[in-house]
């Protein structure tokens, strides 16, 4: 196979085209020069005929503007056919060259219908999906109870961790639920307080997809990293099997951050020195002198709830504890009034972009507030740990985020000089998990590869019935499974149901503890939200402030800069989705799926086809013109035949042509003598009788100056056809 690269296959067509031409014409002109050099002195009539034909149907009468090729006394119906006939040959050359020139590969079009067909599993070739550990030893299970175990829901009297199958039953009875989801990567051992072996998980970042922005791909996973709708499906991808790709939809389980941020009206304003943070301010934008007086209230409906209110209790008491702690009122502050920050007072790393608690100052008076059993982030999130889990009490998660620092002295933030000046804006937010149906229509172009797969999705339009179970021990004991169920579960008294296109997860141990049970990948977005909302040294979260990439960093800070109050969230969002996108997996399988094949198909763009359209054009017209001319029978067959036959150059030189001499030309010189120059090898036509002087004696040539096509030629000769001819 021979490879050329940076040509399309219109360019080559075109190529072999106009080299095709260029040998088409070009052979006949050497093949006639080497026909003229090998011709006999003498040949037979239908010989000369015959080499007549070859030579003026050739190049070389019109390259060498012989007799042939002349129009001046032809009369304009001859000389216009001529001209025309002229014009058509290099015009289909030309078009034969342009044409193929339009021509690229289209795009690839869906057929008109669909067809069951089998699929395989394409195994993720990418860092995440090689990390990603083997399923055949996957299993499931459930620990219940704070300080000890007790029967977990469904369990009767035993407190192992096995499922009960009841419970199996219910949540596999579609795919979208608990057991359609699994650890990316796993341990199994038995963890301390454990009697039994379980499969163990704990966060970890194989490969951030936090920098991207788009929907795509990954081992068990349909993720989408867009700022505006992040968010994972769980699909264990399995794609069918067709030369030229196609398109196919499938109904899957769909997890989304959702995400509220409140300005808290606060920054952190510093100086630096040396590369290091100096002169700590906390500067009141408004967050304390025109802090709210009233208590801000919250519903106790998760499923129906507002995360507005949670923020926005979260800043309001966040605010008033650092007011306390400052030993301040509202009367004693103003906008623009800053409070110098000590290390040893502040529970988070100045300059760092970053969650930080609700209550991030630490002093004697905060000391007093917290040992007083005030806990902020009980009071945002709206549960504790003694509270029942319910369908309610959804798994909400609050904190302070601190935004990408900038220069507030208007220098550029990539230099970090002695002096300068820079602010950290404080947002309060509250987010939680959001579950929901969504149809992703997946299509490619037959490479079976993950990363030629474009994927878009939809919300289902319709409610679903969605359950979890109902238990009786604390929310730090237990998480309750939840999903998708099939209807015949409605009324079930051993679950709480509602009927929805969304489900809010509900709270659970691994909300209230931030860690992943074992043997529960279902809690991995409660964790995943707790270790996005925990200030951190070390652990995942810690690549998330920018420090080490800056790319990460100009990604975060341009969308805080575009949206101060929005971009805090979409943060969050992102950092969420990258957490689970690295920890968890999906596993529901589609062996056969309804699939609509590609078809494809060529473009061609018109500009081309100019002169394609101007030689179709001349050839309608004159074919068009022949075949009236010859089914009217003002021109017949035989008329045609006598023509083309006894205007050959062997009759006339015999003797046997029709044509007649009605006009004699103009002679050659004035006093119509000729003079004659000798051939050296003249053609001529022998008789079979002997040969006398005369006619052994070459030709003559007249030497006058005008050409034939102007004495003699002008002879006025008239074609009588014979009687059978009709004309």
């Known amino acids: 196979m021979v490879l050329l690269p940076r040509i399309t296959v219109a360019e080559a067509a075109t190529v072999i085209n106009a080299a095709t031409t260029f040998i088409q014409y070009t052979s006949g002109l050497v093949l006639i020069a080497l026909l003229a050099y090998v011709i006999p002195p003498a040949n037979t009539a239908i010989t000369w005929t015959s080499i007549a034909h070859t030579l003026h149907s050739s190049l070389w009468p ?12 032809t009369g304009w119906r001859v000389s216009g056919i001529s001209g025309l006939t002229f014009f058509v040959g290099v015009l289909l050359a030309v078009t034969g060259v342009v044409t193929p020139l339009g021509l690229k590969v289209g795009p690839l ?66 795919p979208h639920g608990p057991f359609g989801m699994q650890f990316r990567q796993y341990y199994q051992g038995v963890p ?4 039994d072996s379980v499969l163990n998980a704990q966060l970890t970042i194989l490969e951030s997809l936090i920098l991207r922005d788009d929907i795509f791909a990954v081992e068990g996973l349909i993720v989408d990293t867009s700022t505006e709708t992040p968010g994972v499906g769980f699909w264990n991808h399995t794609l069918p099997e067709s030369t030229h790709g196609g398109e196919w939809s499938q109904d899957i389980l769909w997890l989304e951050p959702v995400t509220t941020c409140v300005n808290s009206n606060l920054t952190i304003d510093y100086t630096m020195k040396n590369g290091f943070v100096d002169r700590v301010n906390l500067t009141d934008r408004g967050g304390f002198v025109h802090l709210t007086r009233d208590y801000p209230t919250i519903s106790r409906n998760g499923q129906n709830g507002n995360l507005y209110d949670h923020a926005f209790r979260g800043a309001a008491l966040s605010n008033n504890f ?51 059993g005030l806990n902020l982030n009980t009071l945002c999130v709206g549960y504790d740990a003694f509270d029942k889990p319910n369908i309610t009490t959804t798994g909400i998660h609050c ?64 409610p679903i019935l969605w359950a979890t179970e109902r238990a009786s021990i604390n929310i730090e004991g237990v998480d309750l499974f939840w999903g998708h169920v099939d209807d015949s579960y409605e009324g079930d008294p051993l679950l709480s149901t509602i009927r929805s296109e969304v489900f809010y997860v509900p709270a659970g141990s691994s909300d209230y503890w931030g860690s992943i049970d074992a043997g529960c990948p279902n809690t991995v977005p409660a964790a995943a939200w707790a270790t996005s909302y925990t200030p951190s040294n070390d652990g995942p979260i810690t690549i998330y402030s920018g420090q080490e990439n800056y790319a990460l960093l100009q990604k975060f800070g341009s ?28 596993n529901a399988t589609s062996n056969q799926l309804t699939f609509t094949p590609f078809q494809p198909s060529i473009s061609y763009n018109p500009i081309f086809a100019i002169p394609a359209i101007l030689l179709l054009v001349i050839w309608l017209l004159a074919f068009s013109a022949a075949v009236f001319i010859l089914a009217s029978r003002s021109l017949t067959i035989s008329h045609l035949r006598d023509l083309i036959d006894h205007t050959s150059v062997g009759r006339v030189v015999v003797g046997d042509s029709r044509l007649t ?37 070459p030709p003559s040539i007249s030497t006058d100056s005008r050409p034939w096509s102007q004495t003699a030629g002008l002879s006025l000769v008239k074609f009588s056809p014979t009687e059978s001819a009709d004309y």
């Not at 090689?130 to 055949?136: D, F, G, I, K, V």
């Not at 103003?334 to 100045?350: A, C, E, H, K, M």
């Open 62 to 73: 019109n390259l060498l503007r012989t007799d042939s090729t002349r129009s001046r006394g």
């Open 109 to 174: 079009l869906r057929s008109s219908s669909a067809k069951l067909v089998n699929a395989s599993y394409i195994p993720d070739t990418s860092p995440m999906g090689l990390a990603t550990s083997p399923r055949n030893q996957y299993f499931y299970s459930r620990g219940c109870g704070d300080s000890g175990f007790v029967p977990c829901p469904g369990n009767g009297n035993n407190s192992n961790v096995q499922i009960a199958p009841s419970v199996m039953n219910i949540f596999s009875s579609t």
């Open 192 to 195: 301390v307080g454990y009697n």
């Open 322 to 372: 650092t007011m306390v702690s400052l030993n301040l009122t509202r009367e004693q502050s103003y906008v623009g009034r800053t409070f110098p920050l000590n290390s040893d007072s502040i529970s988070f790393s100045v300059g760092t972009m970053g969650p930080i608690d609700l209550n991030y100052i630490s002093n004697d008076s905060s000391s007093s507030i917290t040992d007083s």
């Open 399 to 462: 904190g302070i985020f601190a935004g990408t620092p900038r220069r507030s002295d208007g220098g550029d933030s990539r230099s970090l000089d002695d002096n300068s000046t820079w602010t950290q804006s404080l947002h309060a937010c509250a987010s939680v998990t959001r579950a929901r149906i969504q149809t992703i229509t997946f299509s490619f172009d037959g490479q079976p590869d993950l990363s030629n797969l474009h994927i878009t999705r939809r919300n289902i339009s319709k």
């Open 559 to 586: 969308l805080i800069g575009n949206d101060s109050i929005n971009g805090p969230a979409r943060i969050q969002n992102l950092i969420w989705t990258d957490l689970l996108a690295n920890n968890i997996v999906g």
């Open 661 to 697: 001499l009605i006009h004699k030309g103009p002679p050659a010189a004035e006093n119509d003598s000729t003079s004659s120059i000798e051939l050296s090898h003249p053609p001529m036509v022998e008789n079979h009788s002997t040969h006398t002087e005369d006619t052994a004696r």
